[in-house]
């Protein structure tokens, strides 16, 4: 007699199997956690970030075939770190630094300066070092947020470049075509660096968070990485900013 028939599980392929993924600041918070998630959907991942000691740490962690340690806000060293990629690479997220907010009175001029090359022309550098090194359908990702749509004191230089941020990638996507551009904007990610900017506050913002969120819970990186596979694997989506902050900016 033959064996009753079993039921198979569903299974999938990996999404990302045997592409080559590269995280700029890929050594913690949101990069770090796009990095697992796509590893785990079969990718090679390829790291860089400024601390080497930590940037080796997360290699290891996901058998990296590559990592690079500098500063992506310096363009000589960006220029570098393009020439020796090896392409194609298939999918690319620029991660990085937190904002810079201050009251109007106490806006330091050349950090300004330096934010605006941070979030504006480092994207635009990273698309121009992109061609010819991203495969045609792949995908640019960067991260901006919801939080700098707000309007209140110390926010004006925030609030200016979140808004250039769509109009910017939108335009690129149209530049660099057929490779992909997209944008994630989270609100609050439990990360290092909310745990540096809130200190002892960290665990208070938390419950905050989950009494007033309309999602009822923290957004942590796993949430944005799971966001951000789905844009390098999604060949429907380019030229747009996703949210992914629990409701955030509507409370
Ligand atoms: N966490 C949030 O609530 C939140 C919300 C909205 C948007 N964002 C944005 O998301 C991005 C990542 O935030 P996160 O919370 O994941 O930060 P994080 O935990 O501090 O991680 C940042 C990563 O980027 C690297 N990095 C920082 N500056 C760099 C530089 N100049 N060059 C190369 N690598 C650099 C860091 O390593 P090294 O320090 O060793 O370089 C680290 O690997 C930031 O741009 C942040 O503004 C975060």
Known sequence: MSAA??????????????QKVVVIGGSAGIGLETARHARAEGAEIILTARDPERLEHAAQELDAI??????????????????????????????????????????????????????????VQVARHAVGKVRPGGSLLFISGTGGRRRGVGLTFIGAVT???????????????PIRVNVVAPGFVDTPLSAALLGDGLDDRRDELRATLP????????DVAAL???????????GATYDVDGGQQLV
Do not use: C, K, W
């Open 215 to 222: 999602n009822g819970r923290v957004v942590g990186p796993a």
């Open 5 to 18: 028939p079993t039921v198979t599980p569903t299974q999938r392929e990996p999404q990302l199997l045997g």
């Open 228 to 238: 951000a596979v789905h844009l390098m694997t999604n060949t429907a989506l380019t």
């Open 66 to 123: 590559s990592t690079s340690a500098f500063d992506a806000g310096d363009p000589d060293s960006l220029a570098r770190f393009f020439d020796d990629l090896p392409a194609p690479i298939d999918h690319l997220m620029l991660s990085g630094g937190g904002p810079y907010y201050a009251p109007l009175a106490e806006l330091d001029l050349e950090q300004v300066r330096q934010d605006i090359d941070r979030h504006l022309l480092l994207p």
């Open 163 to 177: 808004a250039a941020l769509p109009a910017l990638v939108a335009n690129l996507a149209l530049e660099v075509a």
